[in-house]
């Protein structure tokens, strides 16, 4: 029960190439390779963008507003 010899393998390729057919799994190879070369460009082009000194988006807190429509309440639990 340990590893599969080379001859497992190689059975286990022809039984994939003659359900599937040589055409389509070209394709699907293909659509791979270029699924995977977005992701790399994308995380390329997203640490490009972090290395512009740009830093991320936080949330400061905001000095209280002395607008007379604002309302502030203390939200208490009821016993």
Known sequence: MGSFSIW?????LLVVVLIFGTKKLKNI????GGAVKGFKDGVKSGGESAAEGTPPSQVTSQP????ANTVDVEAKTKT
């Not at 190879?29 to 791979?32: A, E, V, Y």
């Open 8 to 12: 497992h393998w190689l059975i286990v």
């Open 29 to 32: 190879g293909s659509d791979l």
């Open 64 to 67: 209280k507003s002395t607008d």
